[in-house]
């Protein structure tokens, strides 16, 4: 539902039943990248976008990577839940996206003209989408380009230009905090229904925007081989923490049961 992103990924689902007593919450620690070089691929975004659409955008390169068939154990759980393995690369973001809630895209470096900025599409640019139909942009949308043009719907879906195929060696891994309202404006004047979309228009979090990186890193590693560059970084990380006074006579008032606030207080924190 619009008001529980964090139940669009297995790692929400799981945080929420172990708050009710259903199991153990395995807590998994974030993984330390080392960077072994420089990134070739510097980002940026045009200030009017940082202000309002897009804040934070980081990335890693992986060089010398293989990209056949994913390994079992992760064909069997995109299976599991009706999507169907394509190759490493896509198998490892689609799997994060259901399992961490964190859409990513990858960009095959070698199909990438210099660096990556974010901007505002002034209106009319076209891109063939990575779902082989062609879009044209219209003013208030956000794009990423490249010095040959737009290379990406930004928040919604990648271009078929810049895409991973079985070829591919070196990849660009992107991570990215997108304004729901813009992204779901963007979604349905293209009528594009993906699930990047699906759960940036509906917000994730944003402090957890390197962190996904790092982990799809790790898992490209590990899988495909090759070495990861060091994070760039473009903008911060938003600050959408919010601070209210629990009142626990008001909660009991308006569920119409007697909570303890003893309950209350366990019960909001085991939510995190």
Not at 167 to 193: C, H, M, Q
Not at 228 to 240: E, F, I, L
């Amino acid at each position: 539902t619009p008001n529980r992103p964090d139940a669009l990924g297995v790692a929400g689902i799981a945080r929420d039943l172990a708050a009710r007593g259903v199991g153990t919450l395995k807590t998994t620690s974030s993984p330390a990248i080392k960077g072994g070089f420089p990134s070739s691929i510097a980002v940026s975004i045009d200030a009017d976008v940082q202000e309002k659409g897009c804040p934070l955008f980081c990335g890693r390169i992986v060089r010398g990577v293989k990209n056949g068939p994913s390994p079992k154990w992760l064909q069997d759980r995109l299976r599991a839940i009706g999507l169907r393995p394509i190759s490493t690369l896509v198998d490892i973001t689609n799997f994060l996206t259901y399992d961490r809630n964190r859409p990513l895209h990858v960009f095959d470096v070698d199909k990438v003209n210099g660096d990556l900025r974010v901007h505002w599409a002034k209106g009319g640019e076209s891109i063939t989408a990575l779902d082989d139909k062609t879009y044209t942009f219209e003013p208030g949308m956000m794009a990423i380009s490249d010095a040959n043009g737009v290379e990406s719907i930004a928040g919604v879906m990648g271009g078929l230009a810049t895409g991973c195929t079985a070829e591919t060696t070196t990849v660009f891994v992107e991570s990215a905090y997108w304004d729901p309202l813009i992204i779901a404006a963007t979604g349905r004047k293209l009528k594009i229904n993906s699930d990047a979309r699906y759960r940036f228009e509906r917000g994730v979090d944003p402090a957890f925007t390197p962190v996904g990186l790092d982990i799809a890193v790790q898992l490209i590693v590990e899988l495909c081989g090759g070495e990861a560059s060091d994070m760039v970084v473009a903008g911060a990380v938003p600050d959408h923490r919010r601070s209210y006074k629990l009142d626990t006579a008001r909660v009991s008032s308006l569920v119409g049961m007697d909570i303890p606030a003893a309950t209350q207080i366990a019960t909001l924190t085991a939510l995190g």
